[in-house]
């Protein structure tokens, strides 16, 4: 039996130490807080026990003495128990409490610091806490003292003389009662403060102000908690420092539909140009029940001309029953491969083949036009394999045949609907928050609008629909949906390029 007390970050899940991913992923049972990112929980187990004690000002799903005896309770069922908390756990995290009914209770347990919103909070808005010019110390203060009680457990005649960056946590709701006491204790009303809502996050927002000013200009800017504030000289860095809030693509919420199993790059990179990504997989993918017409073809590869992969998952389920019936890369010796387009090819190379041809145009099309004119146009007789989805479009075995070809279409994998964040997409078009809904096929685009209807998404034209090619975008125009945003090339990455064109253009409007 053991605890973990783990430091989850302040929201960004990337700030997450790698010994506290470790820690989840060997955990028996999770216990983890509102404050944790829940794509967090990614890292668990899936038989994992996952338990919410979510807190937040007046609601706490599990008061603090209830949770100090789940720990202890859990850890004494010899079960490995990761306290997941928000931010540190020893900064205003009442970690300390918890380690302590631990240590009573005879339970072994470790303490793995996390990145703390007194730290990153201002970081991710332009403001080091320290500066050769300006700082060369940092005090943290809780905001959350009651103004009304007869005396105050803060100094602020020091605070109010120090030099050092002054950092409240917890203190929306105190700010006029903080401002006021460090003006009276003699501080200038001139010195730079700031406010970091939702730090590291995309809600992230920021604002500067001289001291005297912040909390007229808090209430203007409608900023609550969570917010961090910072008063100092180095918060009047905010203006030439805030990378954060400048990225492309930042205060975006964007819809990535996609299966789970392929939504990863283009997710990340959207994140990584600030877009919000709300994960909407409308389809999910599923091995097959039945493998004897696919392992008699993997028998037999040698009867093959050609292998046309025309997708990532394709080539991840081929080779995943390749490995089952005891073959490698080695039986396609024989073969010549292609891919439909660049990311399929990289995931070929990534199982040593080298494809022979890639076409142009990254289409079913476009794998049919290049291959005829490859082999002359005499395609007739020979043997095409084609490993794919269960059900998918027809357009390049039945061209094939047209030509003479002999064509098996065989299924390495089915997809079938998901519903995955329906409530969020749908809570999100309501409050109109919602820029942009990305599809990266004719199949996310059916299976999006059997969740949400398109007359749902006409009532929303300030919504725009994203297509990876002109076949996904000839599907929208079906349903009477028109297309905003299309790469040339049919990719993710041009896909990604093509969004972030595209709104730096509204912003600019």
């Known amino acids: 039996m053991k605890v973990y007390l783990i430091g989850a970050g302040p929201g960004d899940a990337g700030l997450l130490t790698l010994k506290g991913r470790d820690a989840l992923a060997g955990a028996d049972v999770v216990v983890y807080d509102a404050l944790a990112n829940e794509a967090l929980l990614d890292h668990v187990r899936p038989d994992a026990e996952k338990i919410y004690v979510g807190k937040v000002a007046g609601n706490h799903a599990l008061p603090q003495d209830q949770i100090n005896a789940l720990l202890v309770a859990k850890a004494r069922e010899g079960k490995v128990v990761a306290r997941l908390k928000g931010g540190d756990p020893y900064i205003f995290g009442r970690g300390g409490e918890e380690a302590e009914e631990l240590v009573a209770a005879g339970v072994p347990f470790e303490e793995v610091p996390g990145i703390s919103s007194t730290v990153a909070a201002p970081a991710y808005a332009g403001i080091p806490l320290t500066h050769r010019d300006f700082a ?63 730090g590291t996050t995309p809600a992230q927002r920021s604002l500067a102000a001289p001291l005297a000013e912040l909390p007229q200009a808090a209430a203007a800017a409608a900023f609550t908690n969570p917010s961090v504030i910072v008063v100092g000289k180095v918060a009047g860095l905010r203006g030439t420092l805030n990378w954060f809030e400048n990225r492309p693509l930042f205060g975006r919420r964007i819809v990535v539909t996609r299966a789970r199993e392929q939504a990863s790059g283009l997710a990340q990179s959207l994140t990584s140009l600030g877009a919000e990504v709300i994960q909407c997989p409308t389809i999910e993918i599923r091995p097959l029940e039945d493998y004897a017409a696919l392992d008699a073809a993997l028998a037999n590869l040698a009867e093959y001309h050609w292998i046309i992969f025309t997708s990532v998952n394709g080539v991840r389920h081929f080779w995943q029953r390749l490995a089952v019936v005891g073959k490698d890369s080695r039986a396609l010796g024989g073969c010549r491969v292609a891919a439909i387009g660049p990311a399929t090819a990289e995931a070929l190379r990534g199982r040593g083949i080298a494809p022979d041809f890639v076409p142009q145009r990254y289409v079913a099309e476009g794998v049919l036009e290049g291959l005829l004119a490859r082999e002359g146009g005499a395609v007739a007789g020979k043997r095409f394999l084609l490993p794919r989805a269960a059900k998918a479009r027809e357009v390049l075995p039945e061209e094939l045949r047209k030509a003479g070809a002999v064509v098996d279409v065989l299924p390495a994998y089915v997809t079938v609907p998901a519903d995955h964040n329906r409530e969020a997409v749908l809570r999100c078009l309501e409050e109109g928050h919602l820029d942009c809904v990305t599809f990266g096929s004719s199949s996310t ?38 297309c905003r945003i299309q790469p040339e090339e049919y990719t993710i990455p041009a896909l990604v390029a093509a969004l972030q064109t595209h709104f730096a253009r509204s912003a600019r409007a």
């Open 136 to 198: 060369s110390s940092v005090t943290i203060i809780t905001g959350h003292e009651n103004p009304d009680k007869p005396g105050s457990v803060h100094n602020w005649a020091a605070l109010a003389a120090s030099a050092a960056t002054l950092v409240f946590v917890m203190g929306m709701k105190n700010l006029p009662d903080i401002v006021r006491n460090l003006l009276a204790a003699g501080m200038d009303p001139a010195t730079p403060a700031a406010l970091v809502y939702r």
């Open 445 to 482: 685009v059916e299976n999006f609008l059997a969740l949400i209807p398109a007359a749902t998404l006409k009532a929303h034209p300030e919504v725009q629909l994203a297509a990876i090619g002109p076949v996904t975008a000839r599907t929208l125009a079906a349903h009477g949906l028109a």
